[in-house]
């Protein structure tokens, strides 16, 4: 797997205090994220957000598409996506994509629960429109 990372830190001072943004951009396989996850959300029936809770991004599933892969895996609406791996969204579209044809499993928190989806990944892109 080839993969790099581009990293731009901006260090804006305020007073005392000092800020600092990072922006991460990953590739896999010389392709970046932002080509990848429009045909994964399509295929699968799902749409992520990305608020922030407690001053930390939190990987959530905003949409779910009936009849979907997404939705026949059980994900729903507001599960939040677990685990280190994935405080990096773009790993979350990466892995689909390195599992296609394939089960992809991840675990969620719903409702103060933990659950696990394995969802079956299209082995190829269809047409269609993103939720």
Do not use: C, Q, W
């Not at 830190?9 to 800020?19: D, N």
């Amino acid at each position: 797997m080839k993969r790099s990372t581009k990293v731009l830190v901006s260090l804006p001072v305020l007073g005392a205090a000092v800020i600092a943004a990072a922006v991460v951009v990953v590739e896999l396989e010389g392709r970046h994220y932002s080509e990848i996850a429009p045909a994964l959300k399509s295929d699968l029936g799902f749409d992520h957000g990305s608020p922030y809770r407690d001053g930390r991004e939190v990987f959530i599933i905003a949409v779910v598409e009936p009849g979907k892969p997404m939705a026949a895996a059980g994900a729903l609406a507001g599960d939040r996506v677990l685990g280190s791996r994935y405080r990096s969204i773009p790993r979350f579209y990466f892995d689909l994509e390195k599992n296609r044809g394939a089960s992809f499993t991840f675990e969620v928190e719903r409702e103060g629960s933990v659950r696990t989806i394995t969802v079956s990944v299209p082995a190829h892109h269809t047409e269609g429109h993103s939720p």
